[in-house]
């Protein structure tokens, strides 16, 4: 059975950090690219950040770029967002994705998508 299991949202304040993390089970971790997606209320789900199956791409859209990193670290099959000088304009609901030998342009255009994790909340207050 495949899973995407997403764990690190939270409530905080602007100006703080947040690590999300996304553990990726029965699959071969190396073989995807992953991603992470956000989706606010009323709004359609976003692209945020990707990085490549072997790690060498990443990719992000510019409202977060200088503040997110995203990262993967292959013996624990997980990828990792790194959300720094948060505001609450980053407040939504997070997804992490997984695609079959993708690369981050499959990620940002939503396209060949395999797997989607079940979401983790993260609000930033003002």
């Known amino acids: 059975q495949v899973q995407l299991v997403e764990s690190g949202g939270g409530l905080v304040q602007a100006g703080g950090s947040l690590r999300l993390s996304c553990a990726l089970s029965?699959?071969?971790?190396?073989?995807?690219?992953m991603g992470w997606f956000r989706q606010a209320p009323g709004k359609e789900r976003e692209f945020v950040a990707a990085?490549?199956?072997?790690?060498?791409?990443?990719y992000y859209t510019d409202s977060v770029k200088g503040r997110f990193t995203i990262f993967r670290v292959s013996p624990k099959n997980t990828v990792y967002l790194q959300m720094n000088s948060l505001k609450p304009e980053d407040t939504a609901v997070y997804y992490c994705?997984?695609?079959?030998?993708?690369?981050?342009?499959?990620?940002?255009?939503?396209?060949?998508?395999?797997?989607w994790g079940q979401g983790t909340q993260v609000t930033v207050s003002s």
């Open positions: 029965g699959r071969t971790f190396s073989n995807y690219a």
């Open positions: 994705a997984a695609a079959f030998r993708g690369t981050t342009q499959t990620m940002y255009d939503m396209k060949g998508i395999d797997y």
């Open positions: 990085i490549s199956w072997s790690g060498g791409y990443t």
